[in-house]
């Protein structure tokens, strides 16, 4: 799946896809009736180090790596809403933290948490961005794998747990619209690895999330695409639509 130009009326999607495809950021707002926040998104097997220390520094929230349902599936990876209750007996505590309802969702995207291998502490924006691009090198390079014994054991290989980089799991943009399934979608779109680095922006002076407008006014300085959830929904449709016509 891949958006080509088509006309004025996607030129926001066209650049946001181009950007994405060279290794830069594009910023993702979901909508003012959920998080209402700014995500700075970026392809995961492009990630350098210093992706890490701007999204540190210029956004400040949590970084992290969204995937695409397909691979999860194939990994086999939980919730973590899923693996608390399997430890409830063991862990009474478990039970009282369960996050039972959320104020602007059903439920939390994070999965496990992960560091490369190769990593020393895991946490140094140079240890980050080795875990999240390799992670985004496995998924391109293990598209095609479908025995997922094989996927789980070269998965293991490459990287551990616990981790400094949360997983995201995407439920699927039809079913949840967070920025996990906003920043997959547009992976889809670019035609690239399914595996997002998200991160959101966040604004020191009010202690609460970057509005919308600071956010594009920060786009606009920097020259960087910026989307609403509801573009990436709709465009993610028609290229879903055509591709199974």
Known sequence: MGI??????MSDLEKAVEELRKAKFVLVHDSEKRENETDMVIAAEYVKS????????DAGGLVCIALGREIVDRLAL???SDIYPLAEGKYVILEYLEAKKLQYDKHSAFSVSINHRNTYTGITDADRALTISELGKFCRKTAKETNKYRLQKEFGKNFRSEGHVPLLISSGIDNRQGHTELATALMSCAGLAPAAAICEMLDHRTGRALSSENAREYAKKNSLA???GKD???AYGKEKSTTSA
């Not at 080509?4 to 009326?9: A, D, I, M, V, Y």
């Open 226 to 228: 910026y989307l609403e």
């Open 50 to 57: 210093a992706d890490v220390a701007r999204m540190r520094m």
């Open 78 to 80: 939980p919730f973590l």
């Open 232 to 234: 990436i929904i709709e």
């Open 4 to 9: 080509e130009s088509r006309g004025t009326k």
